[in-house]
């Protein structure tokens, strides 16, 4: 069986599992990157798992509040987190410097496997899927990697923003 799960499963996913860890190894080293680079792979990552979230859960008020009350938390902790990393921004050269960690790996395989495990399920028509424990558990799991997500982007952003502005007063 697992074996024709992986035949089975379409090439281009294989592709995105490729960038996700190739993108995670190069977070694990000290790097200054493009502001759009840095921004990239947290969209990709908030459109997976909210794509998931919405497939598994649309409709699902419990499901939905606990990802909501995941999202905030999440969130909150990671705005803190990426506020202390030794994240500095460059407005001038339009990046940023970002100490290396192997978190950014953790999550980008921890929503793929989500996600590909959801699609299994589906494609399989399992009903696990439809099993309201599962769907709280897989929707608190999508909220806390859109919390994640969001929130160190939006740090990243904010401390990008900051250091433009004594640049725009000096200018002024």
């Known amino acids: 069986m697992p074996y024709q799960i992986i035949v089975h499963t379409p090439l281009w996913v294989w592709a995105m599992l490729a960038f996700l860890v190739y993108r995670g190894w190069s977070a694990a080293s000290d790097r200054e990157a493009a502001i759009i680079k840095v921004a990239t792979v947290p969209l990709l990552m908030l459109g997976l798992s909210g794509l998931g979230l919405y497939e598994l859960a649309h409709a699902d008020a419990l499901a939905l509040g606990a990802a909501l009350l995941a999202a905030v938390a999440s969130g909150a902790g990671s705005w803190r987190a990426a506020g202390k990393a030794g ?57 806390l990697f859109i919390g994640v997500s969001a929130g160190r982007m939006l740090r990243i952003l904010h401390l990008y923003r900051q250091a433009q502005l004594p640049a725009a007063r000096l200018s002024a």
Do not use: C, I, N
């Open 87 to 143: 994240t500095v921004a460059y407005p001038e050269r339009g990046t940023v410097f970002m100490r290396g960690s192997w978190f950014p790996m953790l999550m980008m395989v921890g929503v793929f496997v989500v996600k590909y495990a959801m699609g299994v399920l589906r494609a399989m028509h399992s009903p696990y899927v439809q099993d309201a424990s599962v769907v709280v558990v897989v929707s608190l799991l999508y909220g």
